[in-house]
């Protein structure tokens, strides 16, 4: 922050094009106080949570499968490593024409980009359960879907929630960005685009702190 406003103090940059933090942070809180801001927020959040709540829906189950069965890990690892890098804004022109604008593509990039770290977290989890704990549950005779839900996924759960983390923060930009690329939208991302365009930049940075604060908040 002190090196944030000395640059503008010293007239480093221009102020217009980077606003010192002596007038973004103000502007910042008295947004939490603007209920269309507010609404933006939220609006996200909802895109952010209903993303990440199938994303792991969809990738816990399948990475605990693939993670007790090598030859299904091997038969899929070099699509994943494929389809993995793909980034989500490159796709949502795809999103946008088969969903159409508005919330189900944005939560379709969420998701897109959510369940590899939950997938390939909870693959690695599942190969580090303990081998004398699933053998334990066979002399017990539990079915393998029990020995997935009672050993295995407790087991994996440590680093299925490191996935989690880092979906989490993904997610959040994701939505973000997706809403200014997608546009049409009330969420965050759109709110900035509005704002940007009409030159009003000390509110720009302003809505940038407040993602950043929910980013933290939110891991």
Same mark, same amino acid.
């Given at each position: &922050?002190?090196? =944030? ?6 007239? %480093? ?6 606003? $010192? ?6 502007? #910042?809180?008295?947004l939490l106080a603007t209920p269309v801001f507010v609404r933006a927020i939220f609006s996200t959040l909802q895109e952010v949570f209903f993303? &990440? ?7 816990? $189950?399948?990475? %605990?499968?693939?993670? /007790?069965?090598?030859? !299904?890990?091997?038969?899929? /690892? %070099?699509?994943?490593?494929?389809? /993995? ?6 796709? #949502?022109?795809?999103?946008? &024409? *088969?969903?159409? &604008?508005?919330? /189900? ?6 998701? =897109?980009?959510?369940? =590899? $770290? ?14 004398? #704990? ?20 407790? @087991? ?21 960005? @997706?809403?200014?690329?997608? @546009? ?6 759109? =709110? ?8 009003? !930049? *000390?509110?720009?940075? #302003?809505?940038?702190?407040v993602a950043g604060v929910l980013g933290l908040l939110i891991n």
């Amino acid at each position: &922050l002190a090196a =944030w406003q000395i640059v503008v103090a010293q007239h %480093l940059v221009r102020e217009e094009y980077f606003p $010192p933090p002596t007038q973004v942070l103000p502007t #910042a809180v008295g947004l939490l106080a603007t209920p269309v801001f507010v609404r933006a927020i939220f609006s996200t959040l909802q895109e952010v949570f209903f993303g &990440l709540l199938i994303a792991c829906v969809v990738a816990i $189950p399948v990475g %605990l499968v693939m993670g /007790r069965s090598p030859h !299904l890990q091997r038969a899929t /690892r %070099l699509l994943i490593e494929m389809l /993995r890098p793909l980034p989500a804004v490159a796709l #949502a022109p795809l999103a946008i &024409l *088969v969903l159409g &604008l508005g919330m /189900r593509s944005i939560v379709a990039l969420v998701i =897109w980009t959510s369940v =590899w $770290p939950i997938l390939v977290n909870t693959i690695y989890g599942a190969q580090a359960t303990e081998k004398q #704990a699933i053998e334990t549950a066979r002399t017990f005779r539990l079915d393998p879907v029990r020995i997935l839900a009672l050993v295995v996924l407790p @087991g994996a759960a440590p680093l299925i929630a490191t996935g989690l983390r880092i979906a989490v923060a993904i997610a959040l930009a994701v939505a973000i960005a @997706g809403e200014m690329v997608a @546009g049409g939208g009330d969420g965050l991302g759109s =709110w900035i685009v509005q704002e940007g365009s009409a030159s009003s !930049l *000390v509110f720009v940075y #302003a809505a940038a702190v407040v993602a950043g604060v929910l980013g933290l908040l939110i891991n």
